[in-house]
């Protein structure tokens, strides 16, 4: 007997116990309000990715690293099944989940700054500060690949902190992202009146990237059908009406 139960386990045919959860990692960075350390539901994006899979009988451990980290550690691996939020793009060793919610994306301008057109050409005039590693806006990708050479940082805060010194011209900035920062980072609190989210300039939609493993191949089929249940653009403006 014992013989025949080990051998359905190899073959995956015994089942788990009753009510128990099958366990997917994921990567991710600290990016409040869509992803963060410190929330106690980790942030909105988190809550869409744990409910997905929750409707289909899995459990998500989410791990925080710097962004470029959680990419580099969910590539190719059979552990990690890959990382979120991810903007719309071509990836490397990636496929994209159906949206998890959206995000506006723009720019951030000292107070009282004479405010561009969200055009390319209009851009490519800014001393512009981006996040390196971020996928930007389609009007700073066009600016980009017409000449712009954009000031890349390690994360907003440091954008905005060189914004508000006149280092910069503008930022590239999610206006929820920027929000946060303003309203909780103490390091920002002498110059949280200097700037403000002044261009909108793309809804971007968010995903979760599922490396190309057998692993991450299924696990992005059942994250897909689990998030079909989910009522992400109810549970978005909740959020962020929460939020405010």
């Given amino acids: ?18 009510g128990a959860q099958q366990a997917v990692k994921l990567t991710t960075l600290d990016w409040c309000p869509y992803t963060c350390v410190t929330a106690p539901d980790s942030g909105f ?8 899979f929750k409707a289909m009988g899995y459990q998500a451990e989410i791990e925080f ?3 470029q980290r959680a990419v580099a550690t969910a590539k190719g ?15 490397d060793g990636f496929d994209l989940s159906p949206s998890i919610g959206t995000g506006p994306l723009g720019l951030i301008m000292r107070k009282g700054a004479p405010v561009p057109q969200p055009t390319a050409d209009a851009i490519r005039t800014l001393k512009l500060g981006v996040v390196s590693g971020y996928v930007n ?5 066009a600016a980009i690949a017409a000449g712009l050479k954009p000031e890349g940082v390690a994360d907003d805060n440091t ?9 910069i011209d503008a930022a590239e900035i999610d206006q929820f992202v920027f929000g946060h920062l303003l ?5 920002l609190a002498d110059v949280k009146t200097d700037v403000v989210f002044a261009l909108p300039l793309e809804e971007k939609t968010l995903h979760v990237a599922f490396n190309k493993t057998a692993y991450g191949k299924k ?7 689990g998030l079909a249940k989910v009522d992400i653009k109810g549970l978005q403006q909740k959020y962020f009406a929460m939020a405010q």
């Fill in 65 to 67: 690293l710097p962004w």
């Fill in 45 to 52: 994006s988190s809550v869409v990715v744990r409910e997905a």
């Fill in 219 to 225: 696990l992005a089929a059942v994250f897909a059908e």
């Fill in 137 to 141: 806006a389609a009007p700073v990708a």
């Fill in 77 to 91: 691996s059979n552990e990690v099944a890959g990382y979120f939020p991810e903007y719309p793009a071509e990836l």
């Fill in 183 to 187: 309203k909780t980072d103490a390091r």
């Fill in 159 to 167: 954008n905005i902190r060189k914004l508000a010194a006149g280092r």
């Fill in 1 to 18: 007997m014992k013989q025949v139960f080990f051998a359905l386990l190899l073959m995956g045919v015994v089942a788990a116990p009753a």
